[in-house]
Nanobody, 114 residues
């Protein structure tokens, strides 16, 4: 069982930045695939960014603005979000794929509004 706890959400004005954190209950060194997803009101959950092995991939809508990174020593995955837009408003979820199972955090709310 892998537990994931997100933090760092909040309210920010357009153009602002936030850094989300996802703390895991086990060593992320052993977790090949981790990612961030988001779900806006009335919409389906969508992939934002993934980190697999030494590579990263991003949704087209966040490329150049968001960065996913890992700190193995802290067992934490981050999502640095810059140049935020109102359409980035959503609940952001951390995901880990371990031994054939998907694990999810409870999410953290990001609101981008003037």
């Amino acid at each position: 069982q892998v537990q994931l706890v997100e933090s760092g959400g909040g309210s920010v004005q357009p153009g602002g930045s936030l850094r989300l954190s996802c703390a895991t209950s086990q060593s992320i060194f052993d977790i090949y695939l981790m990612g961030w997803y988001r779900q806006a009101p009335g919409k389906q959950r969508e992939l934002v960014a993934i980190s697999s092995g030494g590579s990263t991939n991003y949704a087209d809508s966040v490329k150049g603005r968001f960065t996913i990174s890992r700190d193995n020593a802290k067992n934490t995955v981050y999502l640095q979000m810059n140049s935020l837009k109102p359409e980035d408003t959503a609940v952001y979820y951390c995901n880990a794929f371990v031994n054939g199972k998907n694990y999810w955090g409870k999410g953290t709310l990001v609101t981008v509004s003037s």
